[in-house]
Structure formats: C-alpha cells, structure tokens
C-alpha cells in the first residue's frame, strides 16, 4: 500500500473469471468480491454494486503531484 499525503492506494486486479480471481493476490469480480493477500475474502452486499455515488475511481489527483 502506497501512501502519499494521507490517501491509501491499493492495487486490486479486476478478475474476469473464477480461475483468475483465485490465482491473484489481490483481487475484485464484477460482482465486488475483493481478495485480499492470505486467501482473504471480502464482500459487502449492503450497498448496490452499481452505485456510481460509492466509486472511488475517476478523480483527479492533480494535485497530489510531484
């Protein structure tokens, strides 16, 4: 885990299948099951997964450049 500033990056892949979810370290399916290092899994169903209001992707990090 990067940290710069204060904000938190982790790496996921996103999985397309099963067999390549199961192969990653760090991972997340479509579904928004997330694999964590040590063969952890995690999944939070409370919140619609297409909720565009709970992404964090698409900002942008202006400035938290160099």
Same mark, same amino acid.
């Given at each position: 885990m990067d940290q710069t500033k204060g904000v938190a990056t982790i790496q996921y &892949?996103? &999985?397309e299948t099963h067999e390549q979810f199961r192969r990653e370290? %760090? /991972?997340i399916t479509r579904a928004?099951?997330?694999k964590l290092p040590g063969? %952890?899994?995690e999944k939070d169903d409370r919140y619609v997964i297409n909720d565009r209001? %709970?992404?964090d992707l698409g900002w942008s990090n202006?400035?938290? /450049?160099?």
């Open positions: &892949c996103c &999985c370290t %760090r /991972g928004g099951q997330i063969d %952890r899994y209001s %709970r992404f202006v400035e938290f /450049g160099p």
